[in-house]
């Protein structure tokens, strides 16, 4: 069992920053793979961002050369770095977690990240 806290979110203005948190308790942090996902009203839920266990990161088009994902094993913990906002990534923001070798996966609560001027 994995539990997933997401922290960071809020209203920035358009080409602002912001880092949102992910904190995770429960069985091996680091056994997982790790994932943003993303839901804006109206929308489906969409892969932002994932990074493996071995640390192999990738990206959605829409978000290349402005997110950043990593994680610290050591704190249980991921993050994405968001930069050069844009009102599209409106959206409430949500934690996965996906052990590779089983069924086991893991969402978050989420938190809303909104971007208007």
């Known amino acids: 069992q994995v539990q997933l806290v997401e922290s960071g979110g809020g209203l920035v203005q358009p080409g602002g920053s912001l880092r949102l948190s992910c904190a995770a308790s429960?069985?091996?942090?680091?056994?997982?793979?790790m994932d943003w996902y993303r839901q804006a009203p109206g929308k489906q839920r969409e892969l932002v961002a994932r990074?493996?266990?071995?640390?192999?990161?990738n990206y959605a088009d829409s978000v290349k050369g402005r997110f950043t994902i990593s994680r610290d094993n050591a704190k249980n913990t991921v993050y994405l770095e968001m930069n050069s906002l844009k009102p599209e990534d409106t959206a409430v923001y949500y934690c996965?977690?996906?052990?590779?070798?089983?069924?086991?996966?893991?969402w978050g609560q989420g938190t809303q990240v909104t971007v208007s001027s």
């Open positions: 996965h977690a996906d052990h590779p070798l089983t069924i086991l996966n893991y």
């Open positions: 990074i493996t266990r071995v640390g192999s990161t």
């Open positions: 429960g069985s091996a942090f680091s056994n997982y793979d």
